[in-house]
Each structure stands twice: as structure tokens, then as C-alpha cells.
């Protein structure tokens, strides 16, 4: 995924993912996991690396996620696979502004 996002969309409200939870939000057909965490933001695709199983975000801890399907634990913080490392959830950049959760899609492809 490029750093560089072109396209901000506001995918959540900030005051509805307390510390310690996470969200699942869809944009068209892609999902998305949000992560709000002691040290801050995270967002990443919700497809797990292993097998393309969903993650749901009512299996986080409030530091790591598990895919229920083969029990492959996420840290929120940076993506990596706890038990696989290699095996990183697809990152997509986060920011927050005026109580809403921002997060950073690639440019559409033009033509």
C-alpha cells in the first residue's frame, strides 16, 4: 500500500471506538478494520494474510486481533502477525479531525 494517500474519507466518528476497541467499516466492497488503541490510531484491511478470512473486530483485545478461523493473532499497533511474522495485515493511514476518523485510500485510477 502507498504511504501516500490521495483520497481522505471519514469513516467513523471518533467518540463511538473508545480506547481499547476496535470497528469494522466498509467502503463499497472493501472492509476495513479501525483500531483505537493507548498509543493511538490504526486501520488496516480486514482480510487475513494466511487464508483471505474476514477479522472481526469483536475479537480484539484491545492490543491484538484473532482471526477466528485459525486463531492468527494482529497487533494493532503496527499490523504483524504475533505468530507468523511476514504475515502483516494491509496498513491504510489514519488520522483524526473534528471527531471524525479519517482514513487514506490510494488515488483512483484514471483513463
Known sequence: MNALAADWLPMANEAEIPVGKASLVRR?????LIFHTESGWTCYDNTCPHAGAPI????????????????????ASDGGCADCPGWDLEPYPVKVEEGKVWIGFPPAPTG
Open 28 to 32: 463499497q466492497r472493501q472492509e476495513l
Open 56 to 75: 472481526f473486530a469483536d475479537h480484539f483485545d484491545g492490543e491484538t486481533v484473532t482471526c477466528m478461523y485459525h486463531g492468527l493473532r494482529f497487533r
